[in-house]
Structures are given as C-alpha cells and as structure tokens.
C-alpha cells in the first residue's frame, strides 16, 4: 500500500480588495478568529479545525493548499503517479511549495512546514517562524 501523500488541508485561500474589509466580514461578521497577519494577507481560524482561511489581496482565483511532509519529494510522487509539475519547488515562508496537475487537469498547491509555523506578536502581526 501507499503511504499517503497529502496529509491535511493547510488552508483555503480567497482573494479580498482590502484585507480590512475581509476582516471586518469574515472575522467581525462570521467570527472567525484573527491569528496572523502581514502586508498582503490574513489567516484566520475556524473554531472546530485546523485548516485556515486566508485572506490575499493578490490571487483572485480561490486555492486549496494541502500539506505534504516534502514539496520536493511530493513533485516527484505526483509525475511518477501520472501527473504533472505546473511550478517547480519553490521557497515560501513556512517552507518550500509546488504546484501540480493531476491527470485531469485539476491544480494541487502543495506545500510543506520546513521551515517552520508563523510566529505572531500580541496583535497577529508575522514576526518570523516557531520551529515544530
């Protein structure tokens, strides 16, 4: 048997004009909780998972990052399983991600925390990374 490749559901990401006024939806109107934050987006979490709604002010099409324990080692199981590397391995704060197609087409954001989770100040604020 295989071992599994994707390992959760980091977060679904959605496109906002301003990140106050998303805020002001999603955290003051539909009580999702604030835990990070920098220039151009906002994660806030949902009271009963783990998976995070991003808020981005720069990708207009939603996307779904799942969580994989190597993006390097998860390109080269996606093209050996038939599928497609769309953008090679690449850095990201928390560690390194690839985009992929499966065999139908269909975009898989993976992404891997080697780097670490986001450490916050008091107000949410990204100050760096927490080691696991």
Same mark, same amino acid.
């Given at each position: 048997?295989?071992?599994?490749?994707?390992? =959760?559901?980091?977060?679904? %990401?959605?496109? !906002?004009?301003?990140?106050?006024?998303?805020?002001?939806?999603?955290? *003051?109107?539909?009580? /999702?909780? +604030?835990?990070?934050?920098?220039?151009?987006?906002?994660? /806030? %979490?949902?009271? *009963? *998972?783990?998976?995070?709604? !991003? +808020?981005?002010?720069?990708?207009?099409?939603?996307?779904?990052? +799942?969580? !994989?324990?190597?993006?390097?080692?998860?390109?080269?199981?996606?093209?050996?399983?038939?599928? =497609?590397?769309?953008?090679? @391995?690449?850095?990201?704060?928390?560690?390194?991600? !690839? #985009? #992929?197609? *499966?065999?139908?087409?269909?975009?898989?954001?993976?992404?891997?925390?080697?780097?670490?989770? /986001?450490?916050?100040?008091?107000?949410?604020?990204?100050?760096?990374?927490? @080691? /696991?």
């Amino acid at each position: 048997m295989v071992e599994p490749l994707i390992q =959760k559901v980091d977060c679904v %990401r959605f496109y !906002v004009a301003d990140l106050e006024s998303g805020l002001a939806f999603y955290r *003051d109107r539909l009580g /999702l909780e +604030l835990i990070w934050r920098t220039k151009r987006a906002i994660g /806030l %979490r949902m009271p *009963d *998972d783990e998976t995070e709604i !991003v +808020l981005h002010t720069e990708q207009q099409a939603p996307e779904i990052d +799942l969580k !994989v324990a190597c993006a390097e080692e998860a390109a080269a199981q996606i093209e050996e399983a038939g599928g =497609k590397v769309v953008v090679p @391995p690449f850095d990201i704060q928390i560690g390194r991600c !690839v #985009v #992929v197609h *499966d065999p139908w087409g269909n975009e898989l954001v993976l992404l891997d925390f080697t780097k670490g989770l /986001l450490e916050t100040d008091a107000e949410g604020n990204v100050i760096g990374n927490k @080691p /696991l």
